[in-house]
């Protein structure tokens, strides 16, 4: 199993610039999420999908649209990049065992927006 | 709303020495409560979870942390640190419903030889 993948590992933008973040998972999970994470404030979430079919926005959504393609794939888009979108993104998925539910990570998109 | 507090923001311990890294959370009820490492570069690891019975709860790499209700904390602890334990790491809080994880801002650890 390679887990939780992303694409790209690296990204420079120029501001209003735009492109997606490419997130997939083979562990079968349901519920998948994009967080951020900035220096001094831990990762926020940006959006999740509970299941194929459904998005929902988390804390910080607004720059931020998502696609969840199929089961395996959930994908972050930025329509018109701005500095402040400058960033390091965690895609994660997860998994429900007797309803307590456990995430799982993968190895970040460092965003650099100029 | 939930909240989790890391008031260590860095530390640096010798390899060999024992480790403690802390963790306070707030929640009205029995929360779900996790640690996560990060190395340099790296995504988050899942080092151990708790989500009820025992208190005193093993996780990979020889890390161990300890839920006491009464101090609203639970924190991570390691015998003996070895150097490549440097790295960030995450104390997270659930409340059990989906999407609802609270991460604390993280605490460096260095390990000096």
């Known amino acids: 199993n390679a887990g939780v993948t992303q694409t790209p590992k690296f990204q420079v933008l120029k501001t209003g610039q735009s492109m997606t973040l490419q997130c997939a998972q083979d562990m079968n999970h349901n519920s998948m999420y994009w967080y951020r994470q900035d220096p001094g404030m831990g990762l926020r979430l940006i959006y999740y999908s509970a299941s194929e079919g459904t998005t929902d926005k988390g804390e910080v959504p607004n720059g931020y649209n998502v696609s969840r393609l199929n089961k395996r794939e959930f994908s972050l888009r930025l329509e018109s990049a701005a500095p402040s979108q400058t960033s390091v993104y965690f895609c994660?998925?997860?998994?429900?065992?007797?309803?307590?539910?456990?995430?799982?990570f993968g190895p970040g998109t460092r965003l650099l927006v100029l | 709303a939930q909240s989790v507090t890391q008031p260590d923001i860095h530390i640096t311990v010798s390899e060999g020495a024992s480790l403690e890294l802390r963790c306070n959370y707030s929640?009205?009820?029995?929360?779900?409560l996790f640690w996560y490492v990060q190395s340099p570069g790296q995504g988050l690891q899942l080092l151990l979870k708790?989500?009820?019975?025992?208190?005193l709860v093993q996780g990979i790499k020889g890390f161990e942390a300890e839920f006491k209700r009464s101090q609203s904390s639970f924190n991570l602890r390691k015998p003996s640190v070895h150097w490549s334990d440097a790295a960030e790491y995450f104390c997270?809080?659930?409340?059990?419903?989906?999407?609802?994880?609270?991460f604390g801002t993280g605490t460096r650890l260095q390990v000096t030889l």
């Open positions: 708790y989500f009820s019975g025992d208190t």
């Open positions: 994660a998925s997860s998994e429900f065992i007797s309803g307590q539910e456990t995430q799982y």
């Open positions: 997270v809080i659930s409340t059990g419903t989906a999407s609802k994880l609270t």
């Open positions: 929640y009205g009820a029995t929360p779900y």
